[in-house]
Nanobody, 121 residues
């Protein structure tokens, strides 16, 4: 069983930065595909970024060049560095994990409780 706890959300002005953190327990992050998702009020949940066990990463077009996903295997943590934030980045952000490769179509089975990010204009 994987447990995930996010932190680092908050309110920031447009153009600012935040770093989200996800602490994992029960499994080594080095062996998992891990991702960040977000959901804004009235909108569907969307994938933001993912990083595989081999370190390869992928991003939604809307965040490419602004967000960076990374893993610290020693600390068993996942991070999302968010720069040049825009009001449209406002959402609840969730950390997720699955025990298969990121390219595998099976869904993420483990989710955190979420952390709120609000970007003011």
């Amino acid at each position: 069983q994987v447990q995930l706890i996010e932190s680092g959300g908050g309110t920031v002005q447009a153009g600012g930065s935040l770093r989200l953190s996800c602490a994992a327990s029960g499994y080594r992050v080095s062996t998992l595909c891990m991702g960040w998702f977000r959901q804004a009020p009235g909108k569907e949940r969307e994938g933001v970024a993912a990083v595989d066990s081999d370190g390869s990463s992928s991003y939604a077009d809307s965040v490419k060049g602004r967000f960076t996903i990374s893993k610290d295997n020693a600390k068993n943590r996942l991070y999302l560095q968010m720069n040049s934030l825009k009001p449209e980045d406002t959402a609840m952000y969730y950390c997720a994990a699955k025990q298969w490769a990121c390219w595998d179509r099976r869904e993420f089975g483990y989710w955190g409780q979420g952390t709120q990010v609000t970007v003011s204009s």
